[in-house]
């Protein structure tokens, strides 16, 4: 049976490196900027006769992102050896967890759009990075660093419940944003802490017993960003299609399987790796070297009783307590500090609502880390400083775009806004009759925005406006300015 619309089904495979110290099965530093091959010793080189030892942080931080996906943690996870032979892995096997893995289960609700979309997790499993193998310009040989062999990598497997393109990069923002609040992982993609491995497949219809039919499955490793994961997800989704089309009856799971392809950034397309990928192809045995996991239940209990509040039930939550609009909520709880600060922020105001707080967030203080390119803790100021300033202009001490000067001479010169006000001066002016005069002279001055004012172009308003503003040196009160213009030219 065909003829229906085919569906993408995707799942993704997802890898990133836990924020350990060291590494995951001997003392060796976890260091991304040290000389190549330095960081290394016996176990990880995969000398004969060492033992491994497991980091038992390692293992905190799986439990917490298995927790914090809604897993359940077994009672036993076993550690087996995965072969395969590569100048990047020194054992010819990498140590991880195949059939008893240590979460289970879970979902992650990934927001796209101003809706929710639920995605299910198979597993979350513990194993170790490779080593890192190089091919330099001149191509004369290949290098290898081993500094990267060993470090521990958490492994989050989805359920295919996604759909489309824009949903598979949401899920792995989604995913990066829900570790980096946990501080499970760094993710930092440029040092390649957090790697992508779609599956994709059609659902094309059902048989004649009314189960679905799938094209077969392309895996795409190792992507690096979530701009690739997108364009290459779509670029698969539109390959399968026409594959199908060409060739319904052959083009199926049934018929080819699963195949692993790798994606070429700069041509923006996928090349076919290796086809016919089975698990038994890794000989995959219990390590003999390494006791089982047996997580005891009150730890379990204290990791969980231990996660922060997490950034979905954080973001609808600031919708519902601050009235915040869904993007204004999105944009504030995308980093946990900078939603600790606007909540502090918020609770230290004594006159800024939380809208306009949210406003001030966005429009000054994120604008300030954007271009200053730091994190929201390396500033000078704090939420109350920012309390302090919004709380002057809603007062009406000073006007707004007096408070974002303000702002960004608090930032540099960490004085206070009062200070900053009473030492240049800058207390905005409503007096009716200071402000009389400049509306006289600015109307004189300007008798052509004023007559088109009088005739009725609204728009003329706001030049005359402009013009008291900087007779006044910025500092007039423009609503009261407002006032006394209407007020002076409708009579
Ligand atoms: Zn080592």
């Keep these: 049976m065909s003829g229906a619309e085919p569906i993408p089904t995707i799942g993704m495979e997802v890898h990133l490196h836990l924020a350990t110290h060291t590494k995951m099965f001997c003392a060796c530093a976890v ?91 198979t597993r979350v499993h513990l194993e170790e990075d490779a080593g890192k193998l190089m091919h330099p310009e001149d191509g004369a040989c290949s290098v290898v660093d081993l500094n990267r062999t060993g470090t521990p ?28 609040y946990l501080a499970v992982g760094d ?21 004649e017993k009314g189960r679905p039919r799938f094209t077969p499955i392309s895996e795409i490793k190792n992507l690096n960003s979530f701009r690739s994961v997108e364009r290459a997800v779509a670029f698969e989704i539109a390959r399968h299609r026409q594959e199908y089309e060409d060739d319904p009856d052959g083009y199926t799971l049934e018929r080819l399987g699963k195949s692993t392809r790798g994606w070429l950034d700069d041509r923006e397309e996928t090349f076919l790796q290796r086809s016919k990928e089975e698990a038994n192809d890794y000989r995959y045995f219990p390590e003999p070297d390494l006791v089982p996991v047996v997580p005891d239940r009150k730890w379990v209990d204290t990791i969980r009783a231990g996660l922060p509040e997490l950034p979905e039930h954080r973001r609808r939550r600031f919708i519902k307590e601050y ?17 600790d600060f606007y909540e502090e922020y918020v609770r230290s105001a004594a006159n800024t609502d939380a809208k306009t707080a949210a406003n001030w967030m ?42 974002s000067d303000v702002f960004a ?4 010169s960490g004085k206070s806004a009062a200070e900053i006000v ?70």
């Design 153 to 180: 990598l958490l492994e989050v497997v989805s359920e295919p419940d996604i759909h489309s393109a824009e949903q598979a990069r949401a899920y792995g923002e989604t995913l990066r944003q829900l570790a980096v």
């Design 323 to 339: 009235g915040l609009p869904q993007y204004d909520a999105g944009v504030l709880t995308a980093d946990r500090e900078v939603a």
């Design 422 to 491: 009473e030492e240049e001066n800058l207390a905005q002016t409503s007096d009716e009759s200071e402000l009389k005069a400049v509306v006289d002279r600015v109307i004189a001055e300007n008798p052509g925005p004023a007559e088109d004012f009088r005739g009725g172009k609204e728009r003329a308003l706001g030049r005359l406006i402009g013009q008291a503003m900087r007779a006044t040196g910025g500092k007039a009160n423009p609503k009261v300015v407002r006032e006394i213009l209407v007020r002076k030219l409708r009579g």
């Design 31 to 121: 260091e991304y900027d040290a000389p190549p091959n330095s960081r290394v010793c016996p176990v990880c080189l995969g000398m004969p006769g060492v033992l491994p030892v497991m980091n038992r942080k390692a293992v905190e931080l799986a439990i917490r992102m298995a927790l914090a996906l809604n897993g359940t943690i077994p009672d036993f996870a076993k550690w087996d050896r995965k072969h395969y032979y590569y100048p990047d892995l020194p054992k010819n096997y990498q140590i991880s967890e195949y059939d008893q893995p240590l979460g289970v289960g879970g979902y992650l609700d990934v927001p796209l759009d101003g809706e929710t979309f639920r995605v299910g997790i």
């Design 362 to 403: 966005m429009q000054d203080v994120m604008r300030i880390l954007n271009e200053r390119k730091v994190a929201i803790a390396e500033i000078r100021i704090g939420p109350g400083d920012v309390a302090e300033v919004s709380d002057m202009v809603v007062t009406g001490t000073i006007n707004r775009s007096t408070g």
């Design 409 to 412: 001479k608090m930032l540099e």
């Design 187 to 207: 993710c930092n993609m440029q040092l390649g802490q957090m790697r992508f491995e779609p599956n994709i497949s059609l659902q094309i219809g059902t048989d």
